[in-house]
């Protein structure tokens, strides 16, 4: 019966989540893929260069079935998104699912290790912070939060190169070896430009797990523990930071969208030949149905990875998911 | 010994077989407070100028005062839990004859639960809003008592039971905010007898509810005394729950103990303005009706 | 409420330096003290009293490209906030009296934004639509307007829900008297906190965008491009992003105070609205701490 009920969460949980983000992912492709008719590109001016003929341009224009109505067109394309199919690429016709691929092993790679790190440095520095409120490592914390939250994330991956890679030869600068050719290269290549990425998640993690512990700790039911009998140690692990929890996971939902973005910045610095780096190539070169390949997968795992969170937060702390 | 839960298990599980528990020895007084004083550290200013009292297995003590007057900051200085900035700065206070200035925390935190318990106003706000009714209860079971996962749950039960709710499977995977305040109120006291306390502070314990359910907690906390042999504390801005449950009671007032004696002494021949006051106040609306049952006990 | 602001410590520093970095963007260019775009065979040199900060690759004065691309930076934030405050606010206060139709759209469309990579977005968009800052920045403040959302609509909800401008009506203030004291200094407090955090966010994207060079001409000296071409030259120049670098996190850090320094004198309502509550969206906003789940089960 227990069990059926914990489902039954979990199910009602997913469905409101679904519920929000299904309009979220159709509004956001609609809106990617309303890109191609705004900016006036065209596979033509790629292919044929400037002095093409207007039949010329009609002809290849036909071939992308771009002559079709809009509505058609979108229809189609999403279509193709829910099978996985993202079209070929204007520039060269290769298959934009395949390129894709490719680099998202890298930006996965880097983000998930950013995540880690932002989680778990975040999590002690916060965790830190809360229990020793009010003392000097509570200031010396916070006042280090704030240095790292100013420090954008391509700054940070500037002065790493610089100091870890340049000077000291610790890292390597640029490149990226996959984990299959083994952990030791591939954790050194992915180090440096995940660091960079993850000083803005600790900075967040660490403020909100700190604020949502300081509040948990001023609660009642804290109180209620204490005069129960329990320890400190139960008291913290099982009360107060179930419920201090929320805020920082709801970070955690919000920063990814960033992470990701910054992904652009931090693998042109690194020289990673990953997702970030593939939009940013495809957009300078005006490859429409890459960048919004791109954008999709982006939207895609962004959409997932609050499911998740959303799934977390329902089951660390159930009374918050009520009337929200 | 019999311990408080076990007979109050019994006793609801054979309802009405035994009388109430045999009157105490000459005790040593459970809970001993010495002319307590508490001061705000911020300002240094005294805000309770001196309560003494003893409480006896079996006794009912009752602090009444309008809100300010000290009484609560007078129970959680027994506890232990005294908000930031505020201490004791003065006389003493001894649980079971030990003094608690000479408690560490470890030694607090074994005290607690096992020895002296709380309840307090605003039930729902002292339970954890993320855990099931069952895991908060059988927490302080199994931590307390070092009962397994399977005793512990029969003994939860049990205690749902004995705190008259009633329906204890279906309360046990609740979540607080599923039940209503007068459950909250009951699971509370399961929880803080839970662990065989000797003492229950009930601070405000029934402010919050309305009229009926008010006079069933009161009718509970009686019943736990009767049968265990609970030393209570009730601390209530409100004359009639005192008067009904109460040996002895102590008038409040501005951090000043203004009147302290038996309960129908204080209510029958008040001898401070302030406590007419506080009676004249309750004439209006019918004291009489709860004075019945403290009466009736003063009797017998 | 800027009286009050200017009386914390914190609040005068941190306009103290936005002040500063203001009149950089107005003055920068004048006070260059070399052409920002000539080129010398003195490439790459240290600092020395010639050249301050030392050259670039192309043996160009590095303190007045830095003068001269502070403007791009401070324009393109105030642009960015300036975006999000309009395209955010508005909505945000007309979620709460223009219907259940109007407010369910804007609430999906806030989603909508709030799940986008920004900086991927902001990219793919200015590549395609045309490489201009002001488009970039336009874009960008679009995208960052959920914030701006959330925080006027959960303040104007809080009012439109309090029980006191109800009672200030029915006792016979006009309305305009009501907007004045109560509406006004609800709302506007969470804005402005909105507002000084933005222009952080927006020196963030400035920079980032310029030092892939997406919105500017490349002779156009900014301050990510000036980071962009250090990149190349770490081993020549080490400390060369230093002073960029620094430029741009003490503005970030500078709007950041601004923003705690707001919501310190706008007082407890104003921090309680900029948690967030009441925005209804399941998710909290980016905004400073948030409070963990209601204790009570009467919420």
């Known amino acids: 019966m227990r069990a059926g009920r914990t489902l039954g969460r979990v199910l009602v949980t997913l469905a409101r989540s679904v519920a929000i983000f299904v309009p979220v992912f159709l509004v956001a492709t609609f809106v990617t893929f309303a890109l191609r008719s705004m900016s006036g590109l065209s596979p033509a001016r790629i292919q044929l260069g400037e002095e093409a003929t207007p039949e010329a341009i009609a002809r290849v224009e036909a071939q992308w079935g771009l002559d079709r109505p809009f509505l058609v067109q979108y229809g189609d394309w999403i279509g193709g998104v829910l099978h996985g199919q993202l079209g070929s690429s204007w520039t060269n016709g290769a298959d934009i699912s395949a390129l894709i691929g490719l680099g998202l092993g890298v930006s996965l790679s880097v983000a998930t290790f950013a995540l880690v790190i932002g989680v778990v440095v975040g999590f002690a520095l916060g965790t830190l912070a809360a229990l020793r409120r009010t003392t000097w490592v509570d200031r010396a914390v916070t006042g280090f939060v704030t240095v790292i939250s100013v420090m954008p994330a391509f700054v940070v991956g500037i002065v790493l190169v610089a100091v870890l890679a340049v000077q000291f030869r610790l890292f390597p600068s640029a490149g990226y070896v996959p984990a299959g050719q083994g952990l030791g290269p591939w954790l050194a290549h992915i180090t440096l430009p995940a660091l960079a990425l993850s000083l803005d998640v600790v900075a967040d993690v660490a403020r909100q797990l700190r604020s949502g512990l300081v509040a948990a700790y001023r609660e009642n039911y804290v109180t209620g523990a204490v005069v129960r009998g329990l320890g400190p140690r139960r008291i913290f692990f099982v009360h107060v930071l179930r419920n201090g929890l929320g805020p920082a996971l709801a970070t955690l939902g919000l920063k990814f969208p960033a992470l990701v973005g910054a992904s652009v910045v931090t693998e042109w610095i690194f020289g990673l030949q990953g997702f970030g780096r593939f939009a940013n190539d495809s957009a300078q070169a005006g490859d429409v149905p890459a960048v919004q390949g791109v954008l999709v997968v982006s939207i895609a795992l962004v959409v997932a990875f609050n499911l998740v969170v959303n799934l977390v937060l329902a089951r660390v702390t159930p009374a918050s998911q009520r009337g929200v | ?300 | 409420m800027v009286r009050r602001v200017l009386s914390l410590t914190s609040g005068r520093i941190a306009v103290a330096i936005l002040t500063a970095v203001a009149l950089l963007a107005v003055l920068g260019p004048l006070l260059a003290p070399q052409d920002p775009l000539a080129t010398s065979d003195n490439t790459l040199a240290a600092a020395s009293g010639g050249h301050w900060l030392g050259t670039d690759y192309l043996g160009r004065d590095v303190l007045s490209r830095l003068l001269d691309g502070s403007r791009v930076s401070v324009l393109g934030a105030l642009q960015v906030a300036l975006t999000a405050l309009v395209v955010g606010a508005v909505p945000g206060i007309l979620s709460v009296y223009l219907g259940r139709v109007f407010e369910w759209i804007t609430l999906r469309l806030a989603d909508t934004l709030v799940a986008l990579p920004f900086l991927l977005f902001a990219v793919a968009v200015i590549a395609l639509l045309g490489n201009g800052l002001t488009q970039a920045m336009l874009v960008t403040g679009v995208l960052v307007s959920p914030l701006f959302y959330r925080v006027s609509r959960a303040a104007t909800l809080a009012v439109a829900r309090s029980q006191y401008v109800e009672a200030a009506l029915i006792s016979g203030a006009s309305i305009g008297w009501v907007v004045r004291r109560h509406v006004w200094a609800k709302v506007l407090p969470p804005i402005a906190v909105a507002f000084a955090q933005t222009i952080g966010t927006g020196f963030v994207i400035v920079s980032s965008l310029t030092f892939l060079g997406i919105g500017v001409q490349p002779p156009e000296p900014t301050w990510g491009g000036l980071l962009a071409s250090d990149l190349g030259y770490l081993s020549h120049r080490p400390w060369a992003p230093l002073t960029p670098a620094l430029l741009i996190m003490i503005t970030v850090w500078a709007g950041n105070l601004l923003a705690d320094a707001i919501r310190d004198v706008s007082g407890e309502a104003g921090r309680a609205l900029l948690r967030g509550r009441g925005a209804r969206t399941g998710r909290t906003d980016r905004t400073g701490p948030t409070e963990p789940a209601p204790a009570g089960g009467a919420r």
């Open chain 2, 1 to 300: 010994m019999t311990t408080v839960s076990e007979k109050l298990l019994t006793r609801a599980e054979e309802s009405g077989t035994r009388g109430p528990a045999g009157p105490p020895g000459p005790a040593v007084p459970l809970l001993s407070l010495r002319d307590v004083r508490i001061a705000d550290g911020g300002d240094g200013r005294e805000i309770v100028h001196g309560v003494s009292f003893d409480l006896t297995p079996g006794k009912v003590v009752g602090i009444v005062g309008e809100s300010g007057s000290g009484k609560t900051l007078t129970c959680r200085a027994a506890l232990g839990i005294l908000p930031d900035h505020f201490a004791i700065t003065g006389g003493s206070v001894e649980i079971e004859g030990t003094d608690i200035s000479a408690l560490t925390p470890a030694r607090w935190t074994a005290l607690r639960g096992a020895t002296i318990g709380a309840v307090f106003q605003d039930p729902a706000s002292y339970l954890n809003p993320s855990l099931r009714i069952g895991r908060q209860i059988a927490e302080v079971v199994r931590v307390k008592k070092g009962l397994g996962r399977r005793a512990a749950r029969e003994r939860v039960l049990a205690l749902l039971r004995a705190v008259h709710l009633r329906d204890p499977e279906l309360v046990h995977d609740q979540y607080p905010h599923e039940l209503s305040g007068g459950m909250l109120q009951r699971v509370l006291i399961a929880a803080a007898v839970a662990a065989d306390p000797r003492i229950l502070v009930a601070d405000e314990a029934t402010t919050a509810l309305d009229v009926t359910v008010q006079a069933e907690i009161l009718d509970l906390l009686a019943d736990l005394r009767d049968r265990a042999g609970l030393a209570l504390v009730v601390v209530s801005h409100d004359l009639a729950v005192v008067a009904r449950l109460c040996d002895e009671v102590l008038v409040m007032r501005r951090g000043e103990v203004v009147e302290q004696g038996p309960t129908r002494r204080v209510l029958d021949d008040p001898r401070h303005a302030y406590t007419r006051l506080l009676i004249s106040e309750h004439e209006q609306y019918g004291l009489e009706k709860f004075l019945g049952p403290a009466a009736s006990k003063g009797e017998a």
